[in-house]
């Protein structure tokens, strides 16, 4: 694996690798010191052109704890066009002898061009509806926590697919280790052509949940999407928003997992967001881990 | 002038039904003779055994961006990227900077291109003032100092009325309104065609039906003011389908698709190279079987380039931010080839797509050979393997949807009135 600027390009293997690597860094988070000398001397650099705390603080983190150098670049205040931001970005970090580089961006492929531009690995944090591969191996990886396995496990994905990264990254990673994928949502917010990834998609919620192992539910949007692809955030939460009630249609042992942040009382009730089968501050936990094991195996393999 | 003759040549003219060996003599830039037995002795003879000689191609789409977008190309560069290709003639389209929607800019186009392009450029003038689709422009004016048709081309008139009444009016002036299909609403910010492509790639994508919904449109328009409609870049299958009904319904519809979607699908979108962005979008393989069959039963009538040059910077940005289109002058002829290589076309048939047809559509004398015209020939290998590297391209940028790619066929040499504007050593006419 040269870079990871996607789930798509990964086969199981690769995929699996990733989630061992990740036991053994989940075991090293939970040390009483969280810090260990694998990547000494490395530079990480966080490109974010588009603003995202979470994530940028959980790759921040997991540079920390394996003794690497972060760095963070983002792009607010720049008064660059973003050519010239790209272009530019791509010498300077050739000059810097950065080890790795993390990308976040508003648009589909930027990690892919700049992997093309730079020689150093190109980690995909988030590139707009295109993948988001970190966030769907924290995902798989809290799965198999949670349940041991993933194979044959129903997986229901809801909400705005469409637009989603972070459904298209959880859409190749289940599929490809052999659950069985179901989407619900708007049918504005269905793309097309969907189903070619080996997916079900349903008509109702209650349809993809019925017997679900795993519910992943995905933030809307409401800023941008209101009005357009549905037509309110009312109707939106009462139609497609998770609750007890349609919680019970999945399995007893079922697990509930969110990217976050949460809207709560739209996509997502504070009752289910709370209650017991919610996974969400697992997934944050989880997140620096997965994080580790792919800048380890990015750059530690090469030391 | 001298005298010469190109010998042993297997000469194509679909004008005239000619396919055979033949030798063909050209004095004082004019063809003086075609036959096996010609008559005098040439100063100098091309010896052409396994080549074709063809009429030279006729490009009814092409973008030169001069006035204004030098950068991209000018006229004498697009003329040397379409002589590169075997084109002789070419049309513009008009939006440059200024937009050439009056005469001061046809003619300053006209005279820039005799001062300085070494092939034959003709003038397709805006249908609308500033290509804004509100206001028709002075077609009667452009008409007269030359344009040979009126679009504008990317910016579809979306007022119903108002290409209701360019069309009318253009049929008054006797020229066709040539339109390029695309729902701007429907289309929205989209750069490439809905499907499990875009779907992957997390690109917004515009279904084929912002074509076919404008191109219903205009078809009934057309039925309506029996003006001559020409449908430019046809992308999608069911287009070539409403066009076909049209046409066996006597309305008076043209068409053209380009060889970039002839020969590609939305699949090659997926590394985000922003050299296979352009508008209307490549579509399915179903999409593209049905161009192919368009353009082989007559539905499309011809082959139309939509040559689109632009800089590297403005391509080397992420894929959404590109500019649309891309250059296609110097690959046209291999890609129709690789038609007649799959037996879906004639030789004769594509030749005609690209020289005769497209030159009676638009009423130019070009694209056939007869005794006396001027001697516009292309010399065609079409064996030859090559693969496009980049820097060979004449255009001044190099924005193809083919880099790297192999081709079967090649254009050999152009002639333009008789003088060679492509591949001549100084031995050779
Ligand atoms: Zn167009
Ligand atoms: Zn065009």
Redesign the pocket.
């Known amino acids: 694996m040269k870079h990871l600027l996607g789930i798509e390009p990964l086969d199981r293997d690769e995929i699996g690798q990733i989630l061992d690597a990740a036991d053994a860094m989940l075991e090293i988070s939970q040390r009483e010191i969280k810090r260990v000398p694998t990547l000494r001397g490395r530079t990480v650099i966080n490109l974010f052109l588009e603003p995202s705390t979470r994530t940028r603080v959980s790759f921040e983190i997991a540079a920390k704890r394996l003794s690497a150098d972060a760095i963070n670049v983002s792009s607010s205040g720049s008064s660059l066009s973003k050519a010239e931001t790209l272009n530019d970005m791509a010498q300077n970090l050739a000059a810097m002898n950065a080890d790795v580089l993390v990308v976040r961006d508003r648009t589909a492929g930027v990690p892919a061009m700049l992997a093309e531009r730079v020689r150093i690995p190109v980690v995909n944090a988030g590139d707009g509806a295109h993948e988001h591969p970190t966030q769907a191996l924290l995902d798989a990886f809290t799965v198999r926590q949670s349940l041991g396995s993933i194979e044959g496990r129903v997986v229901a994905i809801v909400g705005d697919i469409a637009h989603s990264r972070v459904a298209r990254s959880a859409i190749h990673i289940f599929t490809k280790l052999g659950a069985e994928v179901r989407i619900a949502g708007p049918p504005t917010m269905m793309p097309v052509g969907i189903e070619e990834l080996g997916v079900k998609p349903c008509s109702s919620i209650e349809e993809a949940l019925d017997g679900a192992h795993v519910i992943c539910m995905l933030r809307i949007q409401r800023e941008r999407l209101e009005g357009a692809l549905f037509p309110s955030v009312r109707e939106y939460s009462r139609t497609y928003g998770l609750d007890l009630r349609l919680l019970r249609l999945a399995r007893p042992e079922a697990i509930v997992l969110h990217p976050g942040p949460i809207n709560r009382g739209v996509e997502i009730g504070s009752d289910v967001a709370d209650a017991e089968p919610s996974r969400i501050l697992d997934q944050v936990t989880n997140g620096v881990a997965v994080r580790m094991a792919v800048l380890y195996l990015l750059t530690g393999e090469q030391a | 002038m001298t005298r010469w003759r190109v010998r042993g040549a297997r000469v194509l003219d679909p004008a005239s039904g000619l396919d055979e060996v033949v030798d063909i003599d050209v004095e004082d830039g004019r063809i003086a003779g075609m036959g096996t037995d010609l008559p005098g002795i040439p100063e100098q003879v091309l010896e052409a055994t396994g080549l074709w000689v063809v009429p030279g191609f006729v490009d009814i789409?092409t973008?030169l961006r001069e006035p204004g977008q030098e950068y991209k190309e000018d006229i004498a560069s697009g003329a040397r990227s379409a002589a590169a290709g075997g084109f002789t003639t070419i049309c513009c389209?008009a939006n440059t900077d200024p937009v050439n929607d009056s005469p001061a800019v046809t003619e300053f186009i006209q005279r820039r291109a005799r001062d300085t392009a070494c092939v034959n450029v003709r003038v397709i003038a805006a249908a609308t003032q500033g290509l804004r689709g509100e206001i028709m422009s002075e077609m009667a004016g452009l008409a007269g100092a030359g344009a040979v048709a009126f679009s504008d081309?990317?910016y579809t008139i979306m007022d119903s009325s108002v290409m209701r009444r360019v069309l009318e009016y253009a049929k008054g002036v006797d020229r066709p309104v040539i339109a390029?299909c695309e729902d701007l609403a429907l289309k929205g910010a989209t750069a490439v065609h809905e499907g499990a492509h875009a779907t992957c790639c997390g690109l917004p994508g515009s279904p084929a039906e912002a074509e076919t919904i404008l191109v219903a449109r205009d078809l009934e328009l057309a039925r309506l003011t029996g003006a001559h409609l020409h449908v430019?870049?046809v992308s999608a299958a069911r287009s070539v389908e409403l066009i076909r009904d049209a046409k066996d319904a006597g309305v008076r519809v043209t068409a053209e698709v380009t060889p970039h979607h002839l020969a590609l699908t939305d699949a090659v979108i997926r590394g985000y190279d922003t050299n296979t962005k352009m508008a209307p979008p490549l579509r399915t393989a179903r999409d593209r079987e049905a161009l192919r069959d368009g353009l082989a039963d007559g539905t499309i009538d011809c082959v139309a380039t939509?040559h689109?040059p632009h800089a590297a910077y403005e391509k080397d940005v992420e894929y959404t931010s590109a500019p649309f289109?891309v250059v296609g002058l110097e690959t046209a002829l291999p890609v129709v080839l690789d038609l007649v290589h799959e037996k879906r076309l004639s030789a004769l048939d594509a030749i005609r797509r690209m020289t005769c047809a497209p030159a009676s559509l638009l009423r130019l004398r070009a694209g056939s050979l007869e005794i006396g015209a001027p001697a516009d020939l292309a010399l065609v290998d079409p064996e030859a393997i090559w693969k496009l590297d980049g820097p060979e391209l004449q255009s001044r940028s190099r924005n193809s949807a083919f880099l790297g790619r192999e081709f079967r066929g090649r254009v050999l040499r152009t002639w333009v009135a008789g003088r060679a504007v492509h591949g001549s050593d100084e031995t050779l006419p």
């Open positions: 789409h973008h389209m081309d990317g390029h430019a870049h939509d689109a289109g």
